[in-house]
């Protein structure tokens, strides 16, 4: 569960960066789903008032595999497109790309993933949030 500012805007956000689909809908809430991986992330919506404090309880980030390096250059340039890229980097054999959602919510994504890079250390980015 993701809680957000803005359905719609959030829903556009993440099928564009991730490919998923919305299956289900209410007015404040959705289902969105990864056709070919089965991955379901639910949406919804509290409005632009709902605080989301860093460093609280709750999702901080959230960390998605591309399907290869091309797939993850496409996800740098939706984030640069949209100006929500935050950074690019590179670690113990994988790299990874940064943004932020309409929410203000880190998201990343990396290639290759842990099961053909098994991650050696925590990375150090995730002390920023």
Sequence with gaps: MLYVFDLDESASFYRDLLGLEVTQRTTTAALMVDAESGCQLYLRALGSNAPHTLGGIGLQC????????EELR??????????????????????????????????????PGPDLVARQEIITRIYAW
């Design 62 to 69: 959230m960390i998605w595999t591309a399907a290869d390096a």
């Design 74 to 111: 496409r996800c740098e340039e939706i984030l640069r497109k949209r100006e929500a890229h935050v950074t690019t980097g590179h670690a113990d054999g994988f790299d990874w790309v940064e943004g932020r959602d309409p929410s203000d919510v880190p998201v990343m994504v990396s290639f």
